[in-house]
């Protein structure tokens, strides 16, 4: 059966070589994730995609066991760990988020990683946040991007261009949205900060959350603010941990501990 993401997992990687926005962000996400996991060993990925985070993490000394329930993207991922010579500490396996009780062993692993809003195809998110605690060793640390209900830019940015709907597509109800991808729909999911972290308590307590997103604009209008980009880079990584921007953006940066 075809997943939505196999029919854009030849052109994901070279989308991001051309967007100079995705590129930041996954620096500043990497930055992060290295503070996060210094002195761990075992990670966990949920929607490792083409593999480059987990490629990433394996090039820094990581073992990574890699969630992807993309056929196509599983397939490129494998080769890009090949081809960077890391494949010995990367194992893939084709599952979802809500699979992860069934792959992971019982408190192995010492942190969990998700990046650009693979959390937010999980209608369930505490029944996630418990069986990632299963799987993780008590103090391990758990680093995720997710896309929350507010994003001034693209409210915005739609606004200007008149269209209603598209500018607040993130305020919905538990029941998520259907948010078209190549030919599919995916039914998407944006939890507020204050419900994201009532789902992963009491297993694990927030020890840093910012925004990534908030003044440089969404991926998708790359092209028309390259410039724009590089003057509010600097001011947003000043402000993005402070509340109450921290809460806004294209995506949230939130970093818990397991108790």
């Known amino acids: 059966m075809s997943f939505p993401f196999d029919d854009i997992a030849l052109s994901y990687d070279i989308l991001e070589a051309e967007n100079p926005i995705l590129q930041w962000m996954r620096r500043r996400v990497h930055q992060a994730a290295l503070a996060a996991f210094a002195g761990r060993q075992r990670l966990i990925e949920i929607g490792s995609g083409t593999g480059t985070d987990a490629v990433f993490f394996a090039q820094h000394g990581f073992e990574v066991l890699g969630l992807e329930p993309s056929t196509e993207m599983l397939l490129i991922a494998r080769e890009k760990a090949a081809a960077a010579d890391c494949a010995h500490r990367v194992s893939f396996v084709q599952a979802a988020a809500e699979e992860l009780r069934h792959v992971a062993p019982v408190g192995l692993y010492e942190g969990l990683f998700s990046n650009f809003g693979a959390l937010n195809c ?51 109800d538990d029941a998520g949205t259907l948010v078209s991808l190549a030919r599919h729909a995916i039914r998407t999911y944006y939890f507020s900060p204050a419900q994201i972290i009532s789902c992963f308590e009491p297993q694990f307590i927030l020890e840093r959350q910012f925004s990534l997103g908030l003044l440089a604009p969404p991926p998708y209008v790359s092209k028309k603010s390259a410039r724009l980009l590089h003057k509010v880079i600097a001011s947003e990584e000043k402000i993005a941990e402070q509340w109450p921007f921290r809460n806004f953006g294209d995506h949230l940066v939130f970093q818990f501990r397991r108790l």
């Open 122 to 172: 999980v209608a369930h998110l505490d029944k996630f946040a418990q069986h990632a605690a299963r799987a993780l060793k008590f103090g391990a640390r758990v680093l995720f991007v997710y896309m929350p209900p507010i994003c001034p830019w693209e409210i915005g940015y739609h606004l200007l261009h008149g269209q209603v709907r598209k500018a607040f597509r993130r305020k919905t």
